[in-house]
């Protein structure tokens, strides 16, 4: 290996023999903030995971405590979609939105028009409008293209603007713009003193971040999305904000939506740029994410309907929503339960009672030779996982919409509307046990710096299933054995001990960069000094593309797949090179981005240059750092 010139490495001989700083030094020169001091003491004992939720919380200071299955005080509507109507019956409100908008910029379609259906009657029979019309923009009877970008600021702004009503408290957000200089903008909707974070973290309240049409061709989430700022802002579900907030952000990818494309402008899959932070509209999103602390985030997509799945097994996608939460290495376990038991099986209920048939989130590859069924990823790049790794609970809501234009609209928006007002529901019934949750989960995060074993990749469970699909022609039923990847039980593939943290070259910058937009903290060596660690040795080297379980991801520009060993060594880290301790909440996503032998590694995706440029650091380092931004 080429040693880089701003690292050198002394074996050893069984000791540590990283130069120390004296405490007289440290005393007068440490700068670093008081949050780092307060995360280097939580790590000198491991939070211990307690049973869920049995276990009283007196046997176990540390755990949350007991938990209810509901919790007590303000009754919480039920959601949005599940009002009790008539067979057949409008519902009593007139409409869904109350206020119309004024006429917009002249009109783009960037949706096609009337399609041949891409079958036949008897399984478009199986999807029946539903109970309750909706009305946004994009869906007009006779419109023909969803939503402008306009037209959705205008709503966004008209809900901003509108009176307050009560304690509510609405503020448009702008939230960064796209590749096309499109804006991106959200909505937040609170009960709190402000309208800054500062006054929503005072609130008490957790912070819920919803997110539609990341790819460009998906428009059900983001009309939904239209109808759910509306109803917290003047509807049925503003009795949510008594126990939390709320910061819609109806549409992600701006120039995808105007041209019906998934992508963003340049070609890249945004929602597998969430760990690398390549464009503009993921690098917004970050920044929302960092700046509200959400306890849940919510992702509003779509799916192919026909396409391979007619290709491969003759059949018609049967489900009208596919849902799946963070499944990822690292991932908290308490963070998983809460996932399942709080919000995913809450939310298959909710679908139920309307008529909605749902089911896990899957797919299949355009490789029409292999015919497996894959649950969503393992890979920490969506923001499904990304998110997770933030300590949030994160759900993707996907309904059948890809290849089907406008048929079923209204049905695909109520699958989205139904499914969302359910996790809001679920997170103002359990506002107190996530708080408990998250506290518990930062800690212990923090606490298994320097110990133990870390995943440094894992894969989905290869299985079979019994999976229900529809016959294209009679629109009947067929059920169909198939091979399923269950990300629900991840197999891990490679694992090495847990450092205390990554030591970085000064020449690091732009890792830096996309490490701090995640929410990591990283510190600047101000003098010079040596640190216990492991350097990576490359043993076998081989490009390539970022694959999922479709194919290939688009956008990519060909990665750097490496086999490396580790050497444990006396590393000097000269001044001005970066440390990034695992002692913080977000510790999980440094392994993500920071192991190089992985497809989704900063190594990988040659933001870090050369392996000489890092190393993983074995004992809590002593040395002096400055404060950095």
């Known amino acids: 290996m080429t040693m880089h010139p701003s690292l050198r490495r002394t074996p050893l001989a069984g000791t540590d023999t990283a130069r120390p700083v004296t405490a007289s030094l440290r005393a007068m020169r440490w700068a670093t903030s008081a949050t780092l001091a307060a995360l280097l003491l939580t790590a000198c004992g491991s939070t211990p995971l307690p049973p869920w939720p049995s276990t009283p919380a007196a046997q176990r200071p540390t755990a949350p405590a007991p938990l209810p299955r509901t919790q007590q005080g303000t009754v919480v509507p039920a959601p ?26 002249p009109l783009v379609v960037q949706n096609e028009g009337p399609m041949a259906p891409p079958y036949s009657a008897a399984v478009a ?64 909707l609170t009960r709190a003193a402000g309208t800054d974070p500062a006054s929503l973290d005072n609130s008490g309240r957790p912070t819920v971040v919803l997110i539609g049409q990341q790819h460009g061709d998906e428009p059900a989430g983001s009309e939904a999305l239209l109808v759910i700022s509306s109803e917290l802002a003047q509807g049925l579900l503003e009795p949510l904000l008594d126990r939390i907030n709320v910061v819609v952000v109806p549409r992600a990818n701006p120039d995808g939506a105007e041209v019906g494309t998934r992508v963003t402008a340049n070609g890249t899959d945004m929602n597998r740029d969430h760990l690398l932070l390549n464009t503009p509209e993921a690098r917004a999103l970050a920044r929302v994410i960092n700046d509200y602390r959400p306890i849940l985030v919510v992702d509003a997509h779509e799916y192919t309907v026909v396409g391979r799945y007619l290709q491969k097994f003759n059949a018609i996608q049967r489900y009208d929503a596919l849902l799946q939460y963070t499944t990822t290495a690292n991932y908290p376990e308490f963070l998983t339960k809460a996932s399942q038991e709080w919000y995913h099986q809450p939310m298959v209920a909710a679908l139920k009672a309307q008529g909605i048939a749902s089911d896990w989130y899957y797919t299949t590859s355009t490789n029409l030779e292999d015919k497996r069924i894959s649950m969503g990823g393992t890979q ?20 059948r919409g890809v290849g089907i234009g406008r048929m079923h609209i209204q049905r695909r928006v109520h699958s989205q509307v139904t499914a969302i007002s359910s996790a809001l529901r679920s997170t103002a019934e359990r506002a107190a046990n996530l708080e408990q949750v998250r506290s518990f989960v930062a800690r212990d ?78 510190m600047r060596v101000a003098e010079p000094g040596a640190m216990l660690a492991e350097t990576y040795r490359e043993t076998a080297r081989e490009t390539g593309d970022r694959q999922d379980v479709i194919g290939t991801i688009a956008g990519g520009t060909g990665i750097v797949r490496v086999q490396v060993s580790t050497v444990r060594s006396a590393v000097d880290a000269p001044a001005g090179s970066f440390y990034v301790p695992l002692n913080q909440p977000r510790a999980n996503l440094a392994v993500a981005a920071l192991e190089p032998d992985t497809q989704n590694s900063y190594f990988a995706n040659r933001m870090i240059e050369d392996l000489g440029q890092l190393a993983r650091v074995m004992a809590t380092p002593a040395l002096v750092f400055e404060e950095t931004e």
Request: one cysteine or more.
């Open 125 to 188: 029979a199986r999807f029946p409008n539903p109970p309750i019309s909706y009305n946004t923009p994009g869906l007009g009877q006779d419109r023909r293209a969803f939503t402008t970008n306009a037209e959705l600021g205008q709503w966004l702004r008209s809900l901003a603007d509108a009176a307050p009503r009560g304690a509510t408290r609405t503020k448009l957000l702008n939230i960064g713009t796209s590749q096309r200089g499109e804006p991106i903008q959200g909505l937040l």
């Open 380 to 399: 920490p790049d969506t923001g499904r996982n990304v998110h997770g790794l933030k300590n949030t609970v994160s759900l993707l809501i996907e309904t």
């Open 445 to 522: 995060v923090s606490a298994q710096a320097c110990r133990d074993q870390v995943v440094v990749e894992a894969a989905a469970t290869p299985t079979q299933r019994d999976l229900d699909f529809l016959d294209p022609e009679t629109g009947a039923d067929r059920t169909i054995r198939v091979d399923w990847n269950s990300s629900l039980t991840l197999r891990t593939t490679k694992s090495r001990a847990r450092p205390c943290g990554y030591w970085l070259a000064a020449g690091s910058t732009a890792a830096v960069e996309r490490l701090r937009l995640l929410g990591l903290q990283v």
């Open 80 to 105: 949005l979609g599940q009002q009790q109507l008539a067979p057949q019956q409008p519902p009593q409100r007139a409409a869904v939105v109350s206020t119309p908008l004024p006429p917009a910029a």
